[in-house]
């Protein structure tokens, strides 16, 4: 079955940088991947996506000139690098695949930004 697993999240300072993982299983890693996030109280929310045809990206407004997201359809990984890190980016965040029209994610990773 579809598996997504995400890891990298933790606990940064305001202005550093991490990046996630997250890894993919059970379908063929040939389709858009992306990243959402879900703050403390609030829905969940769009942060970046990637197609597999040409590679092509699109962000959220709060996500562009920061994140970074990627893929290595190899390693059927997607990743995500944020950089310039703020306190209001903490939140679990989530990577989401369609399959056949159903959308799988995965359980998400904690991602804090606090000094």
């Known amino acids: 079955q579809v598996q997504l697993v995400e890891s990298g999240g933790g606990l940064v300072q305001p202005g550093g940088s991490l990046r996630l993982s997250c890894a993919g299983s059970?379908?063929?890693?040939?389709?858009?991947m992306s990243w959402y996030r879900q703050a403390p109280g609030k829905e969940r929310e769009f942060v970046a996506t990637?197609?597999?045809?040409?590679?092509?990206?699109n962000y959220a407004d709060s996500a562009k000139g920061r994140f970074t997201i990627s893929r290595d359809n190899a390693e059927n990984t997607v990743y995500l690098r944020m950089n310039s890190l703020k306190p209001e980016d903490t939140a679990v965040y989530y990577c989401?695949?369609?399959?056949?029209?159903?959308?799988?994610w995965g359980q998400g990773t904690q991602v804090t930004v606090s000094s």
């Open positions: 990637i197609l597999n045809t040409d590679g092509s990206t």
């Open positions: 059970g379908f063929t890693f040939s389709y858009a």
């Open positions: 989401k695949v369609i399959v056949r029209g159903r959308s799988y």
